[in-house]
């Protein structure tokens, strides 16, 4: 009893270190990057809503609505307060195979866990400040919820899971790509036994329905509406409906139809390459919920490829399902083949492909570094290109050694060992280059933020901006905020959120040749603008796009090895009225 209590004590403690390491990754330099566009105009819309300002646009989660406005009239809207609601709830999602310990096993639950933690894919959608993780989280504390009420009988657990059902529903766009996918599945496994299943939950459901069905609508109507503050919640979430809808025809922005396994192979490689091994053997042994997971996997990968409004981040809906599927994976190649006496065989194997891979480490670090040299193909950038490939060539080749000791390893003295220790440097393998890339997605670089989630970014020269448009109102009229300026931008994107302080700030698609403003603010295509008065100008790299289509082959080799692309800068200049420079200058320190 004693034993059992600490392995208890043990687990609790191991959930609870994935937990911390989760929260203290997800909320890491979280507010230095500026919004993007569409967290822009996301976190717009609250902050328009909490001051009594016109509102701009609906949300397209009302859930995320509901919970930043708590975030922004407790603390300072900020980014950190715009993106913190989905960065801890998304590390609260980490927690949720601590429920299905039982389904899955004690270790593969907790493994699944651990690769949530480090999960690329699920840190970066953390970090963004829309409903995605609010909805993938809300989900999960349904399941969570729904396991309990199976176990009790009890009304209070559905309560509670329908209560969080409905925070889903309110995420908008995100849960309709969740029920839509539920529905293609319920249609793949109509007839099989996790349909039966499926059908039983429901029965079970049934004598209570009417309470279930009055929590979700509660629950619904006060998330979207924030406590029936905010009227206009129930007609946004009609909007996000519909316009989700719309994504199948066209969609702003629509990124590439192979984006998705892209995301997956560069950022998941571990959770891709045991998921995928994970699910061949479910099918090859008859496991149902491995087979389950393996049917979502494949049914929301086929989805992803014809709806045209895919995004980066909707890699998520792959890996909550391939996650579990690896560490089943994992845990049953170490758990079926580990012979106790093996131990110094594996650990023999293990470190001779350690110091392999160290070799290749090295290699690629040298082909990584050479690819900043490399200059236009017409030139000297060929031979130096062929250089690089050298050392490329010499990384793969250590690689297949691996594989080759590994096979040799089997044959010649223990199969069981061979498995073992090749799955474990394997693991550890790949689990250094997932976690690389998910460092590369919370550490900010002074190169620019080029990674597949967006196309264009903001500059930290924004904040720049703003503390110089701050100094200028101080001069000009003795408040930090409160100069009047004219922006020529859009008034629901990342430049008006930076500007959301500045009361004065009016923002104009085109400038006016008769404009006296104190302060303008203009892309640098306006060079010297025909304004009403006199205006020197300085000028701001607030934007910075990358087209990863337009890459040549070097060009998409130092990218992935490297996070660095060509960049087109989008600048902005601003221009301050002579006499208000003046004044500047005559009583600046």
């Known amino acids: 009893m004693k034993s059992n209590s600490s392995l208890y004590s043990l687990e609790t403690l191991l959930y609870a ?12 330099a979280l507010g230095e990057r500026p919004l993007l566009d569409a967290e822009a105009r996301e976190a717009l819309t609250v902050f328009h809503f909490l001051r009594g300002l016109p509102e701009l646009n609906l949300p397209h989660s009302p859930a995320y609505f509901f919970f930043t406005y708590f975030n922004f009239l407790v603390l300072q809207p900020s980014e950190f307060t715009a993106r913190l609601a989905p960065a801890i709830l998304g590390a609260g999602f980490v927690l949720t195979p601590w429920a299905f310990r039982v389904q899955l096993g004690r270790a593969p639950a907790l493994l699944t866990a651990a690769l949530f933690t480090f999960s690329g894919v699920l840190i970066a959608a953390s970090r963004l400040a829309d409903g995605l993780m609010l909805t993938l989280a809300a989900l999960g504390l349904t399941l969570v919820l729904a396991m309990q009420f199976f176990k009790t009988e009890a009304a209070g657990w559905l309560i509670g899971a329908a209560a969080a059902l409905g925070i889903a529903v309110a995420g908008g766009s995100a849960f309709m790509m969740a029920l839509v996918l539920a529905v293609m599945m319920g249609a793949a496994v109509f007839r099989t036994q996790l349909g039966q299943y499926a059908g039983e939950a429901w029965a079970r459901v ?13 629950s619904v109507l006060v998330t979207a509406t924030v406590g029936l503050m905010y009227r206009s919640g129930l007609g946004a979430l009609g909007a996000s409906f519909t316009n989700w809808f719309v994504g199948f025809v066209s969609a702003e922005n629509s990124r590439s139809l192979l984006i998705v396994p892209l995301v997956l192979w560069v950022y998941e490689p571990l959770i ?3 998921g995928v091994i994970g699910a061949w053997r479910a099918f090859r042994s008859a496991d149902t919920l491995g087979q389950g997971l393996a049917a979502w996997a494949i049914v929301a990968l086929i989805f992803l490829f014809f709806y045209a409004g895919r995004t980066p981040a909707d890699a998520a809906w792959l890996v909550i399902a391939l996650g579990p599927l690896a560490a089943r994976a994992i845990s049953s190649l170490v758990g079926e083949h580990w012979v106790k006496e093996d131990y110094l065989l594996v650990g023999a194997l293990c470190s001779v492909l350690v110091m392999l891979l160290g070799f290749a480490f090295v290699y690629q670090m040298r082909f990584a570094n050479q690819l900043n040299f490399i200059g236009p193909l017409e ?56 976690f690389s890339a998910a460092w590369g997605l919370v550490q900010p670089r002074a190169s620019g933020d080029v990674e597949l989630w967006a196309l264009e970014f903001s500059t930290t020269d924004t904040h720049r901006l703003v503390r110089a448009l701050g100094d200028i109102s101080n001069f000009a009229v003795g408040q930090e905020r409160e100069v009047e300026m004219v922006v020529q931008a859009e008034p629901d994107g990342a430049m008006a959120w930076a500007l959301r302080d500045f ?24 060079q010297d603008p025909t304004l009403g008065s006199a205006y020197l100008g300085q000028g701001f790299t607030l934007y910075q796009r990358w087209r990863p289509e337009n890459l040549l082959l070097h060009e998409q080799l130092q990218w992935l090895f490297t996070r660095r692309a060509p960049l087109e800068a ?7 009225r002579q006499d208000v420079q003046q004044l500047q200058t005559v009583t600046g320190p």
């Open 17 to 28: 270190a994935l937990f911390t390491v989760a929260l203290a990754v997800r909320l890491y």
């Open 206 to 218: 049934q004598p209570q329905q009417r309470v279930f069905w009055v929590a979700l609508g509660m």
């Open 272 to 274: 891709l390459i045991f």
């Open 379 to 434: 030139t000297s950038g060929a031979e130096a290109l062929f250089t690089s490939l050298r050392e490329l060539g010499l990384t793969v080749l250590a690689v297949a050694l691996c594989v080759v000791v590994a096979l040799l390893f089997g044959f010649g003295w223990s199969r069981s060992a061979a498995i073992v220790g090749s799955t474990l440097v394997s693991v550890f393998a790949l689990f250094c280059l997932s």
């Open 503 to 526: 009361v004065k700030a009016r923002f104009v698609t085109q400038l006016d040749a008769f404009m006296d403003s104190p302060v303008v603010v203009a892309p640098e295509a306006q």
């Open 570 to 576: 989008s600048r902005y200049v601003l221009w301050v």
